[in-house]
């Protein structure tokens, strides 16, 4: 049974004041947008309280404004080429199995979820190598023991009224969810295939996902982003993908959660990942971004107890004339922590490249170990990168690091790659291949390895 959504409020109806300006106009287009689509769930009861989360989101919007180069979080990545597509709403779609043969993992054959334009996609899905003790599904799915404890977790974590998280609460109709029972450790990794489709008008999506690490667990995630068809070589089919992450590791449990974002030359993909940790929990995030014509990457780690781990590795590859930009926040709270962040990027022709990192650590942290650093790798003199790593410490007895380097390729080693018989071009594509594979191979899947190295190759080869 589908349930339809009757009740689209317009922006009078969710106190939106009238248009004033293009962007004004364009938050009003893509709050309808959102509300246009229709509730799947099955449970009327899951419906109502779904219901009221797009609701309560929907009557933050007022509050909120576009983003401009005016306001300081977005004052480098300008997204104003967004006001001149006229966007409507993603549908489900059908996608043969056959299409997606080359973006499975070998790993997760049979601990795979599959959503299409942001709708769950059973007939692609498949999760009957996980053992007892994790979900792994849709809210439709959800079992009643979690949907009776989903309150405390769904769109509970801070921040959730930025524009564009309002946004995706405002239109949410699904959401992939991972939820690992107490003790429970979960050796295969689990892949959350996020795809979307092309259309003759650029399109809204906006996937969400929900993944719970109760105490003393352990599971490994891969969060993909695709378009159906050639990724690479596509730059004639623009759609806006707005995601939201939330993970929750409770005590002593571990997550190792891996994004990696190939959508579109011609797409926008701003995402969201907001992750909670408790006492003891360790949590890993291996993210690389190399589609987009605009994209950005918002990660923000809230400490919930002491002695927390926390580790962000972060690639970007850039080229054209795209705009790659990762903001991050570790915000702690609690003595003993340790964290540590390495943020690469490696910028080609005309693209421009932007990392704003901030670790903030409160009085009540002390003892805390805290190191950043941004690498960051042109190819080309024209192009550019953005780098803000911040540290903000108000304890007085902590080990806190960071910084920043922009550099070319080293003549010196170029020369000497030169003397070992390699041409030039040869010797700078193996420097660069280098300096991404550090992070690549923090990612503990090795299919993902080979076809991540792949696209680093394909796209270094002159």
Same mark, same amino acid.
């Given at each position: 049974?589908?349930?339809?959504?009757?009740?689209?409020?317009?922006?009078?109806?969710?106190?939106?004041?009238?248009?004033?300006?293009?962007?004004?106009?364009? $938050?009003?287009?893509?709050?309808?947008?959102?509300?246009?689509?229709?509730?799947?769930?099955?449970?009327?009861?899951?419906?109502?309280?779904?219901?009221?989360?797009?609701?309560?989101?929907?009557?933050?919007?007022?509050?909120?404004?576009?983003?401009?180069?005016?306001?300081?979080?977005?004052?480098?990545?300008?997204?104003?080429?967004?006001?001149? +597509?006229?966007?409507?709403?993603?549908?489900?779609?059908?996608?043969?199995?056959?299409?997606?043969?080359?973006?499975?993992?070998?790993?997760?054959?049979?601990?795979?979820?599959?959503?299409?334009?942001?709708?769950?996609?059973?007939?692609?899905?498949?999760?009957?190598? $996980?053992?007892?003790?994790?979900?792994?599904?849709?809210?439709?799915?959800?079992?009643?023991?979690?949907?009776?404890?989903?309150?405390?977790?769904?769109?509970?974590?801070?921040?959730?009224?930025?524009?564009?998280?309002?946004?995706?609460?405002?239109?949410?109709?699904?959401?992939?969810?991972?939820?690992?029972?107490?003790?429970?450790?979960?050796?295969?990794?689990?892949?959350? +295939?996020? $795809?979307?489709?092309?259309?003759?008008?650029?399109?809204?999506?906006?996937?969400?996902? +929900?993944?719970?690490?109760?105490?003393?667990?352990?599971?490994?995630?891969?969060?993909?982003?695709?378009?159906?068809?050639?990724?690479?070589?596509?730059?004639?089919?623009?759609?806006?993908?707005?995601?939201?992450?939330?993970?929750?590791?409770?005590?002593?449990?571990?997550?190792?959660?891996?994004?990696?974002?190939?959508?579109?030359?011609?797409?926008?993909?701003?995402?969201?990942?907001?992750?909670?940790?408790?006492?003891?929990?360790?949590?890993?995030?291996?993210?690389?971004?190399?589609?987009?014509?605009?994209?950005?990457?918002?990660?923000?780690?809230?400490?919930?107890?002491?002695?927390?781990?926390?580790?962000?590795?972060?690639?970007?590859?850039?080229?054209?004339?795209?705009?790659?930009?990762?903001?991050?926040?570790?915000?702690?709270?609690?003595?003993?922590?340790?964290?540590?962040?390495?943020?690469?990027?490696?910028?080609?022709?005309?693209?421009?490249?932007?990392?704003?990192?901030?670790?903030?650590?409160?009085?009540?942290?002390?003892?805390?170990?805290?190191?950043?650093?941004?690498?960051?790798?042109?190819?080309?003199?024209?192009?550019?990168?953005?780098?803000?790593?911040?540290?903000?410490?108000?304890?007085?007895?902590?080990?806190?690091?960071?910084?920043?380097?922009?550099?070319?390729?080293?003549?010196?080693?170029?020369?000497?790659?030169?003397?070992?018989?390699?041409?030039?071009?040869?010797?700078?594509?193996?420097?660069?291949?280098?300096?991404?594979?550090?992070?690549?191979?923090?990612?503990?899947?090795?299919?993902?390895?080979?076809? +991540?190295?792949?696209?680093?190759?394909?796209?270094?080869?002159?």
């Amino acid at each position: 049974m589908t349930i339809q959504v009757t009740s689209i409020p317009n922006p009078e109806e969710v106190g939106l004041k009238p248009a004033a300006t293009n962007r004004d106009a364009k $938050l009003v287009e893509l709050l309808n947008l959102s509300r246009s689509q229709e509730l799947q769930l099955l449970d009327p009861e899951m419906v109502g309280w779904l219901q009221e989360l797009r609701d309560r989101a929907a009557s933050w919007l007022p509050h909120l404004k576009f983003p401009t180069t005016r306001d300081e979080e977005w004052r480098v990545t300008d997204i104003s080429p967004l006001l001149k +597509l006229s966007f409507q709403a993603a549908k489900s779609a059908d996608v043969p199995q056959s299409a997606i043969e080359g973006l499975t993992l070998a790993e997760a054959a049979e601990s795979r979820l599959v959503f299409v334009n942001g709708v769950y996609a059973p007939a692609l899905s498949s999760v009957a190598n $996980l053992p007892d003790g994790i979900f792994a599904g849709n809210l439709a799915q959800l079992p009643i023991t979690y949907r009776t404890r989903i309150d405390n977790y769904f769109a509970q974590q801070k921040g959730f009224d930025e524009v564009f998280t309002a946004l995706n609460t405002a239109g949410l109709t699904d959401a992939a969810v991972v939820w690992v029972a107490k003790n429970v450790v979960v050796e295969t990794p689990i892949h959350l +295939l996020f $795809l979307s489709t092309f259309s003759d008008r650029p399109t809204l999506s906006q996937p969400r996902c +929900l993944v719970v690490a109760e105490p003393n667990s352990q599971v490994t995630l891969i969060e993909d982003y695709l378009p159906v068809g050639d990724w690479c070589a596509d730059k004639t089919h623009p759609y806006l993908i707005n995601t939201v992450t939330e993970i929750w590791v409770e005590e002593n449990a571990e997550v190792r959660h891996n994004r990696i974002q190939r959508d579109s030359g011609a797409a926008f993909h701003i995402g969201k990942s907001a992750i909670a940790q408790s006492r003891n929990s360790r949590y890993t995030c291996n993210s690389v971004s190399l589609g987009g014509k605009i994209s950005r990457h918002n990660l923000e780690i809230y400490q919930l107890g002491e002695q927390t781990e926390t580790t962000l590795n972060g690639l970007t590859m850039i080229s054209g004339e795209q705009i790659g930009d990762t903001h991050s926040a570790i915000i702690l709270n609690h003595p003993h922590s340790i964290t540590r962040q390495l943020q690469k990027c490696i910028v080609a022709d005309k693209a421009h490249s932007v990392f704003n990192g901030k670790v903030f650590v409160a009085k009540a942290a002390q003892l805390t170990d805290a190191g950043q650093l941004n690498r960051n790798l042109l190819l080309s003199p024209k192009a550019r990168v953005d780098t803000k790593p911040q540290l903000e410490i108000i304890a007085d007895n902590v080990k806190c690091t960071h910084g920043a380097t922009v550099s070319q390729l080293d003549d010196d080693e170029v020369f000497y790659l030169q003397s070992r018989g390699l041409d030039k071009a040869s010797a700078n594509n193996l420097l660069v291949d280098a300096f991404a594979i550090e992070i690549i191979n923090q990612i503990p899947i090795a299919s993902l390895q080979t076809s +991540l190295s792949q696209c680093v190759a394909c796209r270094t080869v002159e």
